[in-house]
Structure formats: structure tokens, C-alpha cells
């Protein structure tokens, strides 16, 4: 059996609604479910959580086999978010076409950069040498660093 792709990224948010806004609104991705879930006890939780959880689906295509983002809120979510020299998921990237536009877009809404957009050489991506990639990082709601990449 072969590695696949990836099949979905799941982050932890504080406030649902406030991430709906950013992850839906702001950066336009569409919503697929949106459900409260049982969790209960397991090794997997930091805590017993009786009430169980919101999790949202979001997509940016229609393919099922493309990745897709889940945002979950616990009651009492807590923590901080990890930073880009911390060990651990550190940022999730993703690929668009119109990266200047949607940074314009998240500057006017006040969104925090880490990196404004900048071009990088490709070959990190890649390995194509002497093409170029456009890159930014950014932060949500909850602190989690965000890079939008496009092809120059």
C-alpha cells in the first residue's frame, strides 16, 4: 500500500465563529460540515470532555480526494499556539494564483504578518532551479502561522 496525499489538517480554535470569519470569510474557504461530536475519554484529549466538540470542514476544492481543513472547538479550549522554532506542526501552507490580492485582503482586515509577501527561489518546493515562488506567512485568530505560496 502506497502513501497518498494528504487528507486533511486539523487545528484547534478557541472561538469557532471568529475562525469561520477568517477561514471562510477572509480567506474563502467553503464550509462542508459543521457538527457537534462526542469525544468522551481518550488518551488523545488533554482532558475527559463530556460535551464533546464543534468540528467544521472547510474545503477550497471540490475534489474529494483533495485535503481539507478541520477546525475543532472543545468548551474551555486552551493553550497557545506553537511558533516557527518550536518542535511541532508550525505552520500549514497553501498553494494559490492570486496571493497579492488575498494579502491586500488580510492586511485591510487587520490580520498580523510574520512575512509580507516576498519572492523565493522554487527550488525549495520543488527543485526547479531559477523559478520563483511568491511566499507570505500570517497569523489566524488563535495565533497559528498561515504562508500562502504562489508560482511566479
Known amino acids: 500500500m502506497g502513501l497518498g496525499g494528504v487528507s486533511h489538517i486539523a487545528i484547534g480554535v478557541r472561538d469557532m465563529d471568529r475562525s469561520l470569519a477568517f477561514y471562510r470569510d477572509l480567506l474563502g474557504m467553503r464550509v462542508t460540515r459543521d457538527q457537534q461530536e462526542r469525544t468522551g475519554r481518550s488518551a488523545m484529549y488533554a482532558r475527559e470532555d463530556k460535551s464533546g466538540r464543534r468540528a467544521v470542514q472547510l474545503r477550497w476544492e471540490d475534489d ?49 504578518f510574520v512575512l509580507d509577501p516576498i ?34
Open 64 to 112: 474529494p480526494e483533495a485535503p481539507f481543513l478541520v477546525l475543532s472547538e472543545f468548551p474551555a479550549t486552551s493553550g497557545e499556539a506553537i511558533r516557527l522554532d518550536q518542535v511541532g506542526i508550525h505552520h500549514v501552507a497553501l498553494w494559490v494564483s492570486d496571493l497579492e490580492q488575498r494579502a491586500d485582503k488580510l492586511r485591510a482586515a487587520g490580520v498580523p
Open 119 to 152: 519572492e523565493v527561489d522554487a527550488a525549495g518546493y520543488d527543485g526547479a532551479q531559477g523559478e520563483r515562488v511568491m511566499t507570505c506567512l500570517f497569523q489566524d485568530p488563535d495565533g497559528i502561522i498561515l504562508q500562502l505560496d504562489q508560482r511566479v
